[in-house]
């Protein structure tokens, strides 16, 4: 059996990948969408799937139903989008790093974002839609900020150590914001700040849509450099990449995929580390490959996150960003354990 | 027969769609009903309050999580014995449950800003939706008013005013044999971290406070705009000592009337020394959620719980 196979579209665009790659992603592919089914039948509500079906058909859907979909739809997409482009920025940022702990978290990426929506809306009272635009911009000045200022460094450690450092400057900052409101504003700002999709919109969605369709092709474009990149700066030089150059790109990608989702959802915490982590253990290595896993294995955990926040415990609703650290620690604590075992087998 | 049967229907439906223009605090232009029958509101102890004292027709409202696992609606269970057995749980505090509020078919949705800016175009759906802003530095009785007019309630709300100012008048002839008038401090203790908080704003207790003619200590006017209150150290406890220090309590947590003192010891011991309001025993606490939203009841409570040392104070 051979280990690599060819995909062709219609004659002119020919892409080869692992058969375990292959078999992953059509996998992943039909669990996210069993799992984006399920969850439109899940809520407060009953809905039974015939009606489900009528309406994903289109051939006919009693109101109620047609009401009830406008509600579930746009956090299930989002959830599948947001999944997928935080998953994305935490692999682009794990191979620019070399460092399997990076996340959008990790770069103070996220906290940049949650630190201009929070100045956005306590400090210049922007309305709702003008907060997103404030916490895009947010995210995007801090990764470049991190960026060069870790610039004459040229080192992945570097980098990771500026972002920590001005994650918590930002963190700090954002805190002494919340504590200057009222009580209202505070509680509020703590319940944001959990990740929830519950506020978002068709237009969120339309414009996480927007981005990732921008991105997307930009990442396909420049994966190519990832894995000289995963084998250090003089080897990826010497194979003709740029380092520096991919780094500034890649760091700016993660940014711009991870900041509109923080501003609509609040930040996700784990995400992007885990689904690049499991994404690895799925299909191994390779860069390419590993991006995409890592994009849909993000998808069906935020979806799964959200689905089982909203449903679980009612009418307690639960913030997907909760579910997801939860599950983040437990993998952490579960990959520790088999890491520990297969040294004690070695030894 | 058939046919008057169905002219009264239409007439009954005609009236029951009347609808009105209401502009809200977010500057939306909302059609709502001119006397909604099926009113969901969002925010306990702000619109549930209000609208619960004017007598609308609540159908639902938001409610919190009690550590014995039940839930409660702030403010109106302390002021008007309020409950999830009168009206339905709309979400719980802070995790907005889109679907539930849909299922109590309301056919006006009163949210505040706040919490609901962001998911006021998915409420829209559902029924007609009030923006209620709190925080925007207006006078929590001036949005009253306001909100008393979006519900066609202005007539309630006049009765409850008269009667308040009745209550208000009655007092101040009390003062009106001492000048000058009592000065106060409108704080809360926090004796975890040793800290006073120092209130500029404080619902139905500053308000009634302040239209007797209560002065403020000066320390009151330094809290920044844009916030209610200010957190300051033991060192400034001096910039309290008023005439009369109010503060209040939450009896959920075990407080009671009494555990100022207490609190008061452990962030400035010895306070009893040099609070004049100590000697006088004018330091009053009241129920947090009783005196602090915005409700008529809160005010005559705050007044009926100053007027026997206001008796003192006058002779």
Sequence with gaps: MRDTVTLSFRGFLHLQCTRRFAVCTLMLLALMAASAVLALGFGSTAVSILQIGGWILGTGSDADTQAIMQLRWPRIAAAMLGGGMVAASGHLLQVVSRNGLADPGLLGISQGTIAAVIFGAAVLHLSPGWLSVAGLAGGMLTATFVLVLSWRLISSNGLILVGIAVSILLGSLTEIIMIQGNMMQFSRWLTWSHGSLTAVSAEDVTIMAVWAGLLLPLMAVSSRAMAPLLLGHDQAAALGVAPGKMLAIYTLLAAALVAPVVSVAGPIAFLGLISAHLARRLVGDRPGEVLITAMLVGACMLLWSDTAGRILFLPVTVPAGIIISVIGVGTFLLAAWVNGAKDNARS | ???????????????????????????????????????????????????????????????????????????????????????????????????????????????????????????????????????????????????????????????????????????????????????????????????????????????????????????????????????????????IDMDFIFTSYLPETGSSEQSVLSDLHRIAPGYQSFLKAHASGHIISLSRYEIYPASFKGLDLVLSRIEPPLKAWAN
């Design chain 2, 1 to 239: 027969m058939k046919i008057v049967v169905a002219l009264l229907s239409l007439l009954l439906l005609g009236s029951a769609a009347e609808a009105r223009t209401v502009h809200d605090h977010d500057g939306h232009t909302v059609e709502v009903p001119e006397k909604p029958q099926r009113i969901v509101s969002l925010h306990d102890w702000t619109l549930t309050v209000m609208a619960r004292e004017l007598g609308a027709p609540l159908v639902g409202s938001t409610g919190r999580l009690a550590a014995d696992g039940s839930y409660f609606i702030r403010g109106a269970r302390e002021l008007f014995g309020l409950d999830f057995s009168q009206v339905a749980l709309a979400s719980v505090h802070g995790q907005p449950d889109l679907e539930r509020i849909r299922s109590l078919k309301p056919d006006l949705i009163l949210a505040n800003t706040g919490d609901y800016g962001d998911l006021r175009s998915q409420l829209t759906t559902i029924a007609p939706t009030l923006m209620y802003n709190p925080e925007s530095g207006r006078s929590p009785f001036e949005l009253y008013a306001e909100l008393a007019g979006w519900l066609g309630r202005q007539e309630r709300f006049d009765e409850l005013k008269a009667g308040y100012e009745r209550h208000l008048a009655h007092l101040r002839t009390l003062l009106a044999s001492s000048p000058p008038p009592p000065s106060y401090a409108a704080i809360l203790t926090n004796p975890k971290d040793g800290t006073i908080e120092v209130l500029s704003q404080y619902g139905a207790l500053t308000t009634a406070l302040d239209d007797l003619g209560f002065t403020r200590a000066p320390i009151m006017a330094t809290v920044p705009v844009g916030t209610d209150r200010m957190r300051v150290g033991a060192e400034s406890i001096g910039e």
